[in-house]
Structures are given as C-alpha cells and as structure tokens.
C-alpha cells in the first residue's frame, strides 16, 4: 500500500509523451525563427581574428540568453515553460543546480546550431572528412533519442532524451508553482505571446519561399550579341567564361555555371548573374556526370 501510494503521485507528475514532444518542437523553433529576423535585418556579428573576418547571426546568441533565462526563473526550457514543464533530479526530485542550468542552456543552443550548420556544409559539399564524422555522430545520436523516447513511453526510463539522462535529469509537472516578481513574470508572458509569433514568421517565411519560386516567369529570350557577353555555347561557364568545372545548375534559371564561380557570385549578389531572378545556396543543385 505504502508503494502504491508512492506511486501514484510520482506518475501525476510524469508529463506524458506528446507534451515533452510538444516542448521539443517549440525549443526547435526559436533559433531559425530568429535567424530569419536577423538575417531580414541585416544584423551579424562581426569577428576578426589574426586578420581574418568572421560574419555570424546573432540568433545563438539571443538562443542561449532566452534559454538560460527561462531555466533561471522557471527551471525549464522556453518550450518545456511554455506547456508548464520543470527539469528535476532524476534521484530525488530536486530543482537543478546553476551548473546544469547553464549546461542544459549550452546543450540546448549548440547542438541544433552545430548540427544545422554541418547539414548546411554537407548540402553545399564543402564538408571536410571530419565534418562528414561528426554527422554521422549525430544520426547516431538522433537514432538513440528515438530508442529513449520509446523507451520513456514504454516507462523504462524517467528522461525521454539522452542529453536530460546524460545530465541525470527528468521533466515534470512542479508540485509549486515558480515564485517570480512582477518585472521577470510580465517578460515571460510576453515571450511566451511571442512563441506564436516566431511560429507565424517560420510559416510566412516557407510560404513566401513557395510562392516566389512558383510565380517567377520564363526569363526572356538573351539575344546573340547578349549571349557572348554572359554565355558560350561551347559548355563554357556564364561567369568565368571558361569550360564549366563541376557544372551546377540554378534550380530557379535552369543556367549552369562552375560550382565555385556561382557560389563565390552568390556571396556577393543574391541573384542568378544571368536571369536576375533573386536565388539562394539552396536552390543550387550540383549536376554529377558519371
């Protein structure tokens, strides 16, 4: 009987697996919904180091801030805050230490930007060997996530993640609610309005992407004095005009270019040098011979 009742308040408080799901999702959220913001605005952080500039978002930055901020007043993620989630100890129940709030911050900001930016590295193939290694660490890692998570709904495990077991932590429902002054409670409420917000820009941001690809008309005819200046017919590259290296075609124009001459063109101007039509890394697609 004394177990029974042990038990029962400690599966009241066990968050079910579609809410820690749930939770994951909107964590998931916040650095490429930033990264749109900033990216629209125009906004970098700039970094030189031994005379060499390094230009990077601001969205890793403002992730780990809001993260940390939300598990120093609340002990949980933004996501896991948001559905009323608290990271606990996994022995005793506890609220977690400053230290792990700040590896659980860390953890939660530079993971997905790692493994985001090799994917990105891997699309454009300019992943070196070791990048390619450590993406294959990374599917492992995805493919032990997924026997946790079965293994936390089956109720053979009190984390549904690697990384909350890694740090012998658990999620739960708080038997307390947090005590917040007035100033922190009204930013937390606003931030969590703000959730639907960066969803919205995410949608607006895809659906805009669709529609401007599928309205752009068939560029115009380059008349023959016009083609010499942008285009050989000899399977000459557009931009250098030389014999095409690697050939890549522009998934927006159809023109194919060397892959380094487009690529280096698209650091600069984010428009195909031939059509004019506005185009991104990723709408490059490598075209393989053999």
């Known amino acids: 009987m004394a177990e029974g009742a042990n038990f029962a308040p400690n599966l009241q408080h066990t968050p079910s697996i579609f ?118 660490a990374f599917h492992a890692y995805n493919a032990a996530k997924a026997v946790n998570t079965f293994l936390y709904l089956a109720k053979y495990s009190v984390s549904h993640s690697p990384i909350l077991r890694f740090l012998g932590l658990t999620l739960r429902y ?22 639907f917000f960066l969803q919205f820009i995410q949608w607006w941001y895809s659906n805009k992407q669709r529609q401007n690809i599928g309205g752009l008309q068939n560029p115009d005819a380059i008349r023959k004095s016009k083609l010499n200046e942008h285009q050989n017919p000899n399977g000459m590259c557009p931009i250098c005009l030389m014999k095409i290296s690697n050939p890549t075609a522009c998934a927006v124009s159809g023109y194919v270019f060397c892959w380094k001459c487009i690529a280096n063109h698209l650091k600069q101007r984010k428009k195909c040098p031939v059509s004019g039509y506005p185009i991104g890394i990723e709408d490059l697609v490598r075209i393989y011979e053999n």
Do not use: C
């Open 174 to 195: 708080p038997k307390d609610p947090p005590r917040e002054d007035k100033a922190s409670y009204m930013i937390l409420k606003l931030l969590e309005v703000m959730a």
């Open 19 to 136: 809410e820690v799901s749930a939770s994951e999702v909107l964590d998931n959220l916040i650095y490429p919904a930033f990264s749109k913001i900033f990216d629209y605005f125009g906004l970098k952080l700039n970094i030189r180091i031994n005379e060499t500039a390094f230009s990077e978002d601001l969205s890793p930055v403002i992730t780990f801030a809001l993260q940390y901020f939300y598990l120093k007043q609340r002990g949980g993620s933004f996501g896991e805050s948001f559905y009323g989630l608290q990271r606990t100890s996994a022995l005793n129940g506890d609220l977690i230490s400053n230290r792990k709030k700040f590896l659980s911050a860390s953890l939660l900001t530079l993971l997905p930007y790692f493994e985001r930016k090799l994917r990105q590295r891997s699309t454009q193939h300019e992943s070196t060997e070791w990048e390619e290694y450590l993406i294959k």
